[in-house]
């Protein structure tokens, strides 16, 4: 019995679009912050007969756990490559998610970046974290940045060469404003085909995208807040747009979400430096620094309809102890 726990991330530069389904490769590198908080914690026990997979004491079937089911199948697979005996087993497995499930808070990423860790070691497997990072984009793509402490890079490339490794950064906090805590309408992983293959708007999204993760590593280099700030609020705007442009329109954000957009940039108009992200969901992230992060949570409460809170960067996935 193995247990692990992992955060989501909050993508800077973000990814939207695969330029391979099956081994989930993204058209475009991405850049996120690993949070430390909304984590999902993960047991996996080795079981005769079935997989099984329980989140939040609830018995999952259908989607989600065939997912889990294909995703331990391909820690099997890698078992069995290296001739261990535990490929022979299924596994239970029993999840915990802190934050709310499928509702753009990127608790696909926190969990698949839990199952990795959990999964593999439970199978016997010794991988490295980029190993894992490999391993967890196979699940839910952004979940590859989940492995890595505070800031990550994952590239594109192949199954071999897109991972996610560690970025230096300026500290940083984000602020949560949730405005909805349901599962969402339109799932990323269908969002994302429908806007790849109907959105007049998307190849320029991909080759915009490189441009501005040229940028923002930059600027993260560089020190630079503003700059960061200033291209992060920029780029899930565009994410956001090429999404609404796809035929029929999908649109994640609502006019709760759009509000605290104007709000965050009539903050910045009144001399407070915050800038607006959100991913596939209406909840809404401000990118601020750790100084400002109070008053600015105290100036969006009003416009969340859940617990606003501080986020620091956080820990990557990883194993813990019975007693953590
Ligand atoms: O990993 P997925 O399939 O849940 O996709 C995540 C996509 C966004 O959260 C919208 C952006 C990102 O880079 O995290």
């Known amino acids: 019995m193995t247990t692990a726990r992992a955060y989501p991330n909050i993508a800077l530069v973000k990814y939207w679009g695969k330029a391979d389904e099956d081994l989930i490769l993204p058209a475009a590198g991405s850049l996120s912050m690993t949070l430390d908080d909304y984590s999902t914690t993960t047991t996996v026990t080795l079981v005769d007969g079935e997989d099984e997979f329980r989140l939040n004491d609830v018995e999952q079937l259908g989607r989600s756990a065939d997912r889990v089911t294909t995703f331990l199948e391909l820690v ?27 509702a753009g808070m990127a608790s696909s990423a926190s969990g698949f970046a839990a199952l990795a860790v959990a999964a593999s070691a ?14 967890a984009r196979r699940g839910s793509g952004s979940a590859s940045r989940s492995l890595i402490d505070r800031f990550a890079v994952w590239y594109p490339g192949d199954d071999e060469s897109s991972y996610a490794e560690q970025i230096e950064a300026p500290d940083m906090a984000m602020v949560s404003v949730p405005v909805a805590t349901g599962k969402k309408a339109v799932s990323s992983r269908s969002g994302m085909v429908a806007t790849q293959t109907t959105s007049p708007f998307y190849h320029a999204w991909v080759s915009s995208t490189a441009v ?26 565009r994410m956001h747009a090429v999404i609404a442009a796809s035929q029929p329109s999908i649109r994640y954000l609502t006019p709760a979400s759009i509000a605290i957009f104007d709000e965050i940039a009539a903050m910045r108009a009144d001399g407070i430096e915050a800038y607006a992200t959100a991913d596939a969901g209406p909840n809404v992230f ?32 990883r194993l813990i102890g019975d007693d953590e």
Request: proline share 5%; hydrophobic share 40%; net charge neutral.
């Open 76 to 102: 099997r697979s890698y078992a069995r490559v290296v001739g261990l005996d535990t490929a022979h087993y299924s596994a239970r497995v029993v999840s915990v998610n802190e934050g709310p499930t499928a």
């Open 122 to 135: 439970a199978y016997g497997l010794r991988m490295d974290t980029r190993e894992l990072s490999r391993l």
């Open 212 to 237: 501005t993760l040229r940028d923002m590593i930059g600027a993260c280099a560089a020190g630079d807040f503003t700059r960061i700030g200033e291209l992060s609020e920029n780029h899930a705007i």
């Open 286 to 317: 401000a990118v601020t620094l750790p100084e400002l992060a109070e008053s600015v949570a105290d100036r969006l409460r009003p416009l969340a309809t859940g617990e606003t809170k501080i986020l620091r960067p956080g820990p990557g996935a």
